[in-house]
């Protein structure tokens, strides 16, 4: 080997050696990012399964409420008859 071929060959063997740092940085990278996203999919999981938990308490309380709540044709016909029995009895004692 002449001397600008050993110094090609060692440019050469240095740049294999750069490019084999940077791919190993760029897979450690990814890993990191495979990584947290697999964990944020697992998180999301979690808050969707948590939610419809929830969901489905709010849907039971709801439905209770609506079988405790009076309904408004009630109220209205109770506040005409308290009304008309208001006036019946200012009428009776005047």
Known sequence: ??????S????????RGT???GFAEVKGSLAVL???SARNE???AQLRADTENDIGELRAEVEALKKNR??????GVLTGVAGAATGVISLLIR
């Open 1 to 6: 080997m002449t001397v600008p071929e050993a």
């Open 8 to 15: 090609v060959a060692v440019e050469l063997e240095r740049l």
């Open 19 to 21: 490019v084999a740092t």
């Open 34 to 36: 495979v990584e947290r």
């Open 42 to 44: 697992r998180d999301v």
């Open 70 to 75: 009076w309904p408004l044709p009630a109220v």
